[in-house]
């Protein structure tokens, strides 16, 4: 069984970025896999290491920036990456497009992707993808285990957690909880530059945004520099507590 997991790149959640025009600018942004995505790949090395599976694809579809994170997985255990070179920003269900016709083209069995994308803030993936293929989807899983022909385990509803049994070849999304992704060692971050990473087009698949994007805005409030007198403790806090109530609209 082959499995495929996607990768994406995406701003450090401690990281600092600024607009510049219309755009998000990301110069000088450390750029991190997306968290739920990592929980993706880590959760493919467990299935191949329990003997579920015999290889594991990481993919990225994005620009040149986005091989680091592919490095990266190579570095965790991926066997091989590839990369959709693209400068082009794609929306969740294009998005789709590309890793459905990678899935059918490497005759993956499995597909992991993130529960919900960190850049566009969006949950569309996994079921658009779904979609393309025809194959059952299990959302914001917890527990994943293969058992012969069909994966079993547990995923968060509205209602709680439930346990879940679905045929392959299947999509599934992943989420924190799900495990705890390793930390690539030095040997293997060293081997990882001798695995493969093949490099394709986006006009390969024929893909194209969907969503325009127009305009971005960072939506700031300029700080009051009100300072607080600390020589009475007491007054200080009477003080704070007025403020927070009536200025800043945070207590009740």
Do not use: C
């Not at 990281?15 to 929980?39: C, F, H, N, P």
């Not at 794609?90 to 899935?103: E, I, N, R, T």
């Not at 960190?118 to 949950?123: E, K, P, R, V």
């Not at 914001?140 to 509205?158: A, C, F, P, T, Y």
């Amino acid at each position: 069984m082959k499995i495929l997991t996607l990768v994406r790149q995406v701003p450090d959640a401690e990281a600092r970025v600024k607009v510049s025009g219309t755009a998000v600018d990301l110069e000088g942004t450390t750029l991190v896999i997306d968290g739920m995505d990592e929980y993706g790949v880590e959760e493919a090395l467990r299935l191949r290491e329990a003997g579920s599976a015999a290889e594991v694809i990481a993919l990225a579809v994005g620009p040149k920036r986005s091989e680091d994170a592919l490095r990266t997985a190579l570095a965790m255990g991926a066997d091989r990456a590839i990369h959709v070179e693209t400068d082009t920003r794609l929306d969740a269900v294009a998005l789709s497009k590309v890793v459905a016709q990678v899935a059918q083209a490497e005759g993956a069995t499995l597909i992991l992707v993130g529960g919900q994308e960190a850049d566009w803030d969006s949950q569309a993936l996994g079921a658009a993808t779904a979609e393309r293929l025809n194959w059952p989807q299990l959302t914001w899983v917890n527990e994943l285990k293969v058992e012969g022909e069909s994966i079993v385990g547990r995923h968060d509803v509205d209602e709680g957690n439930e346990s879940f049994s679905a045929p392959l070849p299947a999509v599934v999304s992943t989420q924190q909880g799900l495990n705890e992704p390793r930390y690539p060692t030095l040997p293997n971050i060293m081997k990882a530059k001798k695995k493969e990473l093949r490099k394709d087009a986006l006009d390969t698949y024929g893909a194209a945004a969907s969503v325009q994007f127009v305009n971005a805005e960072i939506q700031a409030r300029a700080r009051k520099n009100q300072m607080i007198d600390g020589k009475d403790p007491a007054a200080a806090a009477t003080e704070l507590l007025n403020l927070l109530r009536n200025e800043a609209k945070v207590l009740a």
